[in-house]
């Protein structure tokens, strides 16, 4: 290598460095584009399509019940297999309409039942919130829940009741809304 | 051990590939061979230029099926050698002198299914513990499918070729 | 009797490291890197032998993070087994899905619509270059710049944003579903896909000049780590670990699926055939992407986004299939066997990571130390898609 070739890379070597600098003095002097966490929190518009562990959707008339059918598809097609409906069976009482029973309404009342949503039973801790049971469910009872700040100390903090948890917050709801009407009325 | 599902797959003469029909599975070719064959042909498709891409295996109600998959980079024209090994023998050449790269390939069905690869240099496990000699893709008795019932293409020999004319 | 030897004392190392040197030998060290060293990207351990600061054999040594995937494939059904792909290489997690979802496809014969192609293609490529933003950023930080995964970090940030507001995740995607995807694009991710592409144009522009024409790194990738043809042949390597060394294989090129034949792109290549050739490799790839982006966002068709009768409880008939697509790494392969139930009769997952490491013990020999995590670097692992 001659004398001339040498030194002339030492020039654009140097060069380059200082090139690097210029961007690094220049991003110093921009704005912070992180968040400071416990003191900042992300914005909402930034969490649109986020996915939260699963929640239950009401009826719309009924805030206090899902939609759900019990029909078990979100269970059986879980991966992890980390949902569990409890349902207990309770006869229904048979209201005759005119007072006269005939034979047949007392055969059918006999063999009724409804089947009743106790307990939704979501292990978060398993959920790897793969969407399949919101795809799968036939009634759209499931969606996904907007819960992002968790943070537990043990294991048993994740494990939901998602049927509890749905009549918790209609009952906050309905709360919020009695005085409003109250204040109208 | 059923002989009759495997059709003409046990009829392959030494010295002679059997070409299979390939439909949608997506190879460019398909080769049935018998295990002693396998250093020889790997041989010729080292001389050919393929590439080692894959080696797997699978327990099957015969035996062991283990598919070598090369590929052509100038093409990306797939080449599946398929070797059946049968009668419990769990034992079958290393083609690692070849083919280097298969050392790996060789040691993951070594931990998976417990098959035995002659002359391979390094033959411990790669991904399992080595103090638990547990084969974790072997299947029970009842769960074991014959090779035509999950390979229909196995049945249809459409030409033998002698290993020396393999890269026409 | 109490027996001292250095065998019944565990002195030598554990299995693997007797089993790499079973007699000790003088003037050469032992060196085990790793499995928590920060440049093995996860837990990788190679257990080196050295003279003075020169690696004269080399050995990885695997498993730590190993999960049996292939096993979980056979007690799942096909629809349970889509989470896992997301998982096995969590930095191009969309090209797992893809192979995964593309490889029942046809075993199926499910024709995917083309507005679902054009929206895969899209969110893929997406994937590939914030795949390829963590790359540099991690391989600078190896070489001992810090700064450079900030601004990778910065521009990751937008791409997964855009990304989650249609796949719902931001690392472990599970978006593809057979026939199709699991949730339309509207026009605010269009727009937002638009402005990324000329946001990443002159940041690309300013990595250049930030990094790549830097002489410090420059003496750190050039002529370190070289891989002949002939070692890439023998190894199956594919990916920009193969295109580095001038062979211009790309599965998007030579055999390409979906709708990559109607889209214009290159394909870089570099004969370097060192770290410096592959970094150049991945850097161009991404404006490939940036270009793969914008024509399929302009050629975009109105349609389905999956197929109205796709089965989401899939029955594939009985048969073979091997399906490959191009992830950021290399060539993936998924080799699925179907005896016609509702469960895979075995699934073999090819990952490019194994295949591009198993040539790493080949290439060290003879480096020194300090360049040997140059080239583990180069090599773009992700290892919990090597271990599966």
């Known amino acids: 290598m001659s004398n001339y070739s040498k030194s002339q890379s030492i020039r654009e070597g140097i060069w380059s460095l200082i090139v690097g600098l210029k961007i690094t003095a220049k991003n110093f002097l921009k704005p912070t584009i992180t968040v400071h966490y416990p003191r900042e929190t992300v914005p909402t518009d930034k969490l649109e399509g986020y996915r939260g562990h699963i929640e239950l959707v009401p009826k719309p008339k009924d805030p206090f019940t899902p939609k759900c059918i019990m029909c078990n598809l979100c269970a059986t097609v879980c991966p992890s297999g980390c949902i569990k409906l409890v349902t207990v069976k309770e006869p229904i009482e048979e209201k005759s309409k005119s007072g006269t029973n005939t034979q047949e309404d007392k055969k059918t009342a006999k063999k009724k039942f409804k089947k009743k949503l106790v307990a939704f039973e979501l292990n978060y801790n398993y959920c790897s919130l793969c969407g399949l049971c919101v795809q799968n469910c036939s009634v759209k009872s499931l969606r996904f829940s907007k819960d992002i700040y968790l943070a537990g100390y043990s294991k048993e903090e994740f494990e939901y009741d998602l049927l509890a948890r749905l009549r918790a917050k209609a009952k906050v709801k309905s709360a919020k809304e009695l005085p409003q009407k109250n204040s109208e009325g | ?168 | 009797m109490l027996d001292t030897t250095l065998d019944s004392l565990d002195l030598r190392g554990d299995f693997y490291t007797r089993n790499f040197q079973p007699h000790p030998s003088e003037n050469r060290l032992i060196l085990n890197m790793g499995p928590q060293h920060p440049s093995t990207h996860g837990v990788l351990r190679v257990i080196l032998e050295i003279d003075g600061e020169y690696i004269v054999r080399a050995e990885p040594v695997l498993g730590y993070i190993h999960r049996m995937h292939e096993r979980m494939a056979e007690v799942k059904r096909y629809e349970q087994y889509l989470p896992n792909l997301g998982r096995i290489d969590y930095l191009h997690a969309l090209a797992w899905n893809w192979a995964y979802v593309g490889a029942v496809e046809r075993l199926m014969g499910l024709e995917v619509p083309k507005r679902a192609e054009y929206i895969r293609v899209i969110t893929c490529e997406l994937n590939r270059i914030s795949s390829h933003l963590l790359w540099w950023g991690a391989y600078l930080l190896d070489l001992g710049a810090f700064t450079p995964i900030m601004y990778a970090f910065a521009d990751r940030e937008i791409i997964m944003d855009i990304l989650q507001r249609i796949t719902g995740s931001r690392l472990t995607y599970c978006y593809y579903r057979f026939g199709g995807v699991s949730q339309d694009i509207d026009d605010k991710f269009i727009e937002q896909t638009k402005e990324l592409c000329k946001y990443l144009r002159p940041r690309l522009k300013m990595y250049k000049d930030f990094v790549t024409d830097n002489i410090i790194f420059r003496k750190r990738v050039e002529g370190i780590g070289i891989i002949e043809t002939e070692i890439l042949r023998k190894y199956g390597a594919t990916g920009p670990v193969l295109r580095g060394s001038g062979i211009a294989y790309d599965v998007r090129k030579t055999k390409p699926y979906s709708v990559y034949s109607e889209i214009e792109f290159d394909v870089p290549s570099y004969e370097l055939e060192d770290a410096f050739g592959r970094y150049l490799v991945r850097m161009q790839e991404m404006e490939e992407s940036l270009k793969i982006i914008e024509q399929c966002l302009e050629q975009l068709p109105a349609g389905d986004f999956i197929l109205p009768k796709a089965p989401k409880r899939p029955k594939p008939p009985a048969g073979e299939v091997y399906f490959t697509v191009e992830g950021a790494r290399g060539e993936i392969g998924v080799h699925l066997l179907s005896d016609g139930s509702a469960y895979p009769y075995r699934l073999k997952l090819r990952s490019p990571s194994f295949s591009n490491l198993s040539l790493f013990p080949e290439v060290v020999k003879g480096t020194l130390l300090a360049d040997a995590v140059s080239i583990l670097g180069s090599l773009d692992l992700v290892i919990p898609e090597i271990d599966r």
């Not at chain 2, 396998?38 to 099957?60: F, M, P, R, S």
């Not at chain 2, 280097?100 to 098959?115: Q, T």
């Open chain 2, 1 to 168: 051990m059923t002989k009759e599902g495997l059709g003409h797959v046990l009829e392959v003469k030494p010295g002679f590939c059997a070409l299979l029909a390939t439909g949608k599975v997506g190879y460019k070719k398909q080769l049935f061979i018998l295990p002693d064959d396998l250093l020889n042909v790997v041989k010729h498709l080292d001389e050919c230029g393929y590439a080692l891409e894959n080696i797997t295996a699978l327990e099957i109600e015969e035996g062991f099926l283990l598919v070598y998959h090369f590929n052509q980079w100038n093409n990306g024209e797939k080449l599946a050698l398929k070797v059946l090994l049968t009668d419990g023998v769990k034992e079958i050449d290393s083609i690692s002198d070849v083919y280097p790269g298969a050392l790996w390939h060789e040691r993951e069905c070594f931990d998976f299914f417990g098959i035995v690869f002659k002359n391979h240099s390094n033959l411990i496990p790669l991904l399992l513990d080595p103090k638990e000699n547990i084969h974790p893709l072997l299947k029970a008795k009842n769960k074991r499918q014959p090779l035509a019932a999950i390979m229909p293409e196995s049945e249809k020999i459409e030409q033998y070729i002698k290993i020396e004319e393999l890269g026409k």
